[in-house]
């Protein structure tokens, strides 16, 4: 019996540091994310927004290529990518408590972040900008715009694709931030600012189909909650990771 209990209380403990270490990772995670929406917000301050016409894209990855990648929104597919480890380390914080709807906002996040990352367009338009500077006749060229454009009204901010992302990752994203409200691991600021800075991104989502200069506004409120909200969920997560159970 004495064995047993003995093998228990060593089994909890291993699970229980897995459980931590998953929680420090999602910090460093959010913390990295924070850094994506800074150098988004660096690079459209300093370099421009992303290129609106495929002739725009070429151009610019011809002129100066450095400058061109950095304004084909990598530091949004970056942070995509950071997601999962994030909401991993969310539902490690909630699993005990929450699990069940912990694993649902889980889930949404995780097909949300499939249904981005699937059109994201920077490393079609680099191939096919390259493709353009090599053509040899203005036909090519004119296949290649037309390419470019198809490519822009495809990618995760023009599709249907993308309209779902939008959907599932700041529907998930708002769910589990409603479950830090009602959690004693996470501070009330960290759920307040993730409902905030998601719950706008979402409204947002929806509005851009019928109005869409009201959605842009809705998502540039939604932009100071999300720098918020990052580094509050980073200060979170990291402080669980170390606590002991």
């Known amino acids: 019996m004495a064995t047993m209990t003995l093998h228990q209380a060593e089994t909890n403990g291993k699970a229980g540091s897995q459980w931590r270490n ?12 924070l850094f994506c929406v800074l150098a988004s917000v660096l690079v459209a301050v300093t370099l421009g927004a992303e290129p609106a016409t495929a002739d725009e894209y ?37 699993h005990r408590s929450d699990k069940a709807y912990a694993a649902l906002a889980v889930a949404l996040i995780f097909v949300g972040m499939i249904l981005a990352l699937a059109p994201h367009s920077s490393f ?13 006749n203005v036909a090519q060229q004119d296949q290649l715009l037309a390419a470019g454009q198809a490519v822009i009204s495809s990618d995760m901010w023009n599709s249907t694709s993308g309209f779902l992302a939008g959907i599932f990752l700041q529907g ?7 479950l830090m409200l009602q959690s004693d691991k996470f501070s009330k600021a960290t759920g307040i600012t993730g409902v905030l800075a998601n719950g706008f991104d979402l409204v947002h989502v929806f509005v851009a189909l019928i109005n869409p200069p009201l959605a842009t506004i809705l998502l540039y409120i939604s932009g100071p909650f999300y720098l918020l909200w990052f580094p ?9 990771g170390r606590r002991a159970d």
């Open 124 to 136: 079609s338009m680099i191939r096919l900008s390259d493709q353009f500077a090599a053509a040899t």
């Open 172 to 178: 998930g994203s708002v769910l589990i931030s409603i």
């Open 58 to 94: 070429f151009t610019i990855l011809q002129q100066d290529r450095l400058a061109g990648l950095l304004r084909l929104d990598f530091s949004t597919l970056i942070l995509l990518c950071l997601y999962p480890l994030t909401s991993f380390g969310m539902y490690a914080a909630l």
């Open 232 to 240: 509050l969920l980073a200060r979170d997560l990291y402080k669980l």
């Open 22 to 33: 998953l929680c420090r990772v999602g910090g460093i995670a959010a913390s990295l994310q």
